[in-house]
């Protein structure tokens, strides 16, 4: 069985930044991937990045260049990974949601909700 949780989001004024967190447990496996989505309600699940096992990134057009995802464990693993998120504008509120597959399964969690709002 794999635990996914998400931490740290909250309320931010528009321009701000918020991190959040992902991490990752309970598996005899390393994930090769940590991806971050985001779904405002009544709307699709949306792609915002991805990570790999060697570190590589791929980012949604959205947030390129706002947004950064690292790992943020001593060993470099996937095992917790970090989202920046900066310049946040009001279209970034969403519940966002962490996911990893493992053994060919999708585990996720329960989602932190963002609101980007003055």
């Known amino acids: 069985q794999v635990q996914v949780v998400e931490s740290g989001g909250g309320l931010v004024q528009p321009g701000g930044s918020l991190t959040l967190s992902c991490t990752t447990s309970?598996?005899?496996?390393?994930?090769?991937?940590i991806r971050w989505y985001r779904q405002v309600p009544g709307e699709e699940r949306d792609f915002v990045a991805r990570i790999s096992v060697t570190g590589s990134t791929t980012y949604a057009t959205p947030v390129q260049g706002r947004f950064t995802l690292f790992r943020d464990n001593p060993d470099n693993t996937l095992k917790t990974v970090s989202l920046k998120m900066n310049s946040l504008q009001p279209e970034d509120t969403a519940m966002y949601l962490c996911?990893?597959?493992?053994?060919?399964?999708?585990?996720w969690g329960q989602g932190t909700q963002v609101t980007v709002s003055s």
């Open positions: 309970g598996s005899r496996f390393n994930p090769r991937f």
């Open positions: 996911n990893v597959n493992v053994g060919g399964m999708d585990y």
